[in-house]
């Protein structure tokens, strides 16, 4: 009995030996580089346990067991492991992988909301996200929505980021609202969207939208119309902006309130999202009394203040385009 007894203890002095060899090599070895080459993103679900997490991150070859992490997560005791995506660097060490699932340092996506679009073509684009949750819910307005760019994380809700959008096109146009030029032919600052809407599918060039702008209110100012290939290809097209082939003359005379080549004044609503400057270019616009402007075929414009000036410039151009002298 008593040699029996002397084999136990040393038997249990051998395992608290070696017990504690391995919690000393964990500890000293929880800083040492990790088996992963590569950044490793994941997804830890709610409710994961320890042992669950653990097997993921060996799965995904983040560490190189299981137990290791088990003890180094008793060891370090720095708090709960947080569900969310993170993304783990290459070579991540123990304690650093501890360190990114406590802090809840998860994963931050972007979107952004380019200048022009149509709340159709968002609608499209947030639908085919997968890191976003939940319905849409009422289509905005066209034009509510501020062109930028957004932060969220996997789980938000697509609600949710459209009402961010929505908020700050409210803010940005109260703001340019307020600081206006006086005289404007604009009733409200939602005129100022529906313009600034018009001008965004005109010009792409900074420079040119406030003397795009300024065309647009003379015109509106001497009762004339708006004439803008955009709004009747958003007509033609059923709110989508985009036309598969190009504007026919005969679709000039279409009958329908965004045709602002038939109808007057503005049109009903928005046709695309305009971006801050396309709204500071309505709502400051260039100083000119210029009436007419024609693509120059290199992304900008040539602007007149009669129609011979006009038709000249239109003729130069075909002149141009077609090669002649």
Known sequence: MRTWLIRFAVVLALAGAIAGGTLLQVYFQRDSQG??????????AKGAGVRTIARQLEGAGVITSVWRFLIADRLTGGGPLLAGEYTFPAKVSLSMVLDIVRSGRVVTHR??????????????????????????????EEGSLLPQTYFYVRGDRRDALIERMKNNMDEVLETLWRARQPGLALKNAREAVILASIVEKETSRDDERPHVAAVFLNRLSLGMRLQSDPTTIY????????????????????DHPYNTYVAKGLPPAPICNPGRASMAAVLNPLSSKNLYFVADGSGGHLFSGNLDEHNRNVQKLRKRNNGSP
């Open 35 to 44: 088996p992963s080459e590569e950044a490793v993103t994941l997804v830890i």
């Open 111 to 140: 979107f952004t909301l380019p200048e022009g679009w149509t709340v159709s073509r968002l609608v499209r684009e947030l639908k085919e996200i997968d890191t976003l949750t939940g319905d849409i819910g009422p289509i905005p």
């Open 235 to 254: 007509a033609l097209s059923d709110g989508d902006g985009v036309l598969d082939r190009p504007l026919k003359r005969s679709d000039l005379t279409l």
